[in-house]
């Protein structure tokens, strides 16, 4: 009757063993990976979706509080080498992005960078933000000339006039897990579910309250 194994038996059980503890090491080492790789897409598509709004703000900026004839004088107005072309207006070296701004009109056609009339045409804005290979978009709509801008804690617009958008400052979400980090900024939809801490879970993303509406009669 033997009392011990054979050496060979031993041996065997040790690489069982070893094999064991190296497919968990694996698995542990391909689930932080993945993590990690999952929290910088997410990271890069936040930080695009607010290049996008920082170029829906600067837009709106130079539309209500410039005075400028056309499209290509609201670009140079901006700086730091901004540029229109095809109705759109191009710039660098925005909040670590780049931005994209078109400009429509009331036919969903881009408004040329030469128009005179362009302020009369312009009823809706989309910023194109890039950053670190992720590209987001924020749309919005434009006040025609005449329009108002009502400051205050979720102003309204005075009866008869219109609300175009509201600039939201701090969305709630209704989720069953994690919340949404704030979306500021002139938009008509609701913040991304992407800036939740767990956005798997995270289902409607609505903005609850404002500081400015912007109103036309």
Same mark, same amino acid.
């Given at each position: 009757?033997?009392?011990?194994?054979?050496?060979?038996?031993?041996?065997?059980?040790?690489?069982?063993?070893?094999?064991?503890?190296?497919?968990?090491?694996?698995?542990?080492?391909?689930?932080?990976?993945?993590?990690?790789?999952?929290?910088?897409?997410? %990271?890069?598509? $936040?930080?695009?979706?607010?290049?996008?709004?920082? %170029?829906?703000?600067?837009?709106?900026?130079?539309?209500?509080?410039?005075?400028?004839?056309?499209?290509? =004088?609201?670009?140079?107005?901006?700086? %730091?080498?901004?540029?229109?072309?095809?109705?759109?207006?191009?710039?660098?070296?925005? $909040?670590?992005?780049?931005?994209?701004?078109?400009?429509?009109?009331?036919?969903?056609?881009?408004?040329?960078?030469?128009?005179?009339?362009?302020?009369?045409? $312009?009823?809706?804005?989309?910023?194109?933000?890039?950053?670190?290979?992720?590209?987001?978009?924020?749309?919005?709509?434009?006040?025609?000339?005449? =329009?108002?801008?009502?400051?205050? $804690?979720?102003?309204?617009?005075?009866?008869?006039?219109?609300?175009?958008?509201?600039?939201?400052?701090?969305? =709630?979400?209704?989720?069953?897990?994690?919340?949404?980090?704030?979306?500021?900024?002139?938009?008509?939809?609701?913040?991304?579910?992407?800036?939740?801490?767990?956005?798997?879970?995270?289902?409607?993303?609505? =903005?609850?309250?404002?500081?400015?509406?912007?109103?036309?009669?």
């Amino acid at each position: 009757m033997r009392l011990f194994p054979q050496k060979g038996s031993v041996l065997v059980f040790s690489l069982i063993i070893l094999s064991i503890i190296l497919s968990a090491a694996i698995t542990v080492a391909t689930v932080s990976i993945t993590n990690q790789r999952s929290a910088s897409s997410t %990271g890069k598509s $936040v930080q695009s979706y607010q290049v996008a709004d920082s %170029g829906i703000e600067l837009a709106l900026q130079k539309i209500y509080k410039g005075n400028h004839a056309t499209l290509s =004088a609201m670009a140079t107005a901006m700086g %730091g080498g901004a540029s229109c072309a095809g109705g759109t207006i191009s710039k660098n070296n925005v $909040v670590g992005g780049n931005i994209k701004v078109s400009f429509y009109d009331n036919d969903g056609n881009l408004v040329t960078c030469a128009a005179t009339d362009w302020r009369d045409k $312009v009823v809706r804005i989309k910023s194109e933000g890039s950053a670190f290979g992720t590209t987001r978009v924020v749309e919005t709509a434009v006040a025609a000339a005449g =329009a108002t801008i009502i400051l205050g $804690v979720n102003p309204t617009c005075p009866g008869g006039q219109q609300t175009l958008s509201r600039r939201w400052t701090t969305p =709630a979400c209704s989720a069953s897990g994690g919340a949404c980090a704030p979306y500021q900024g002139w938009n008509g939809s609701p913040t991304s579910c992407e800036s939740c801490v767990d956005w798997e879970k995270c289902h409607i993303c609505y =903005a609850s309250s404002w500081d400015a509406v912007m109103c036309q009669s």
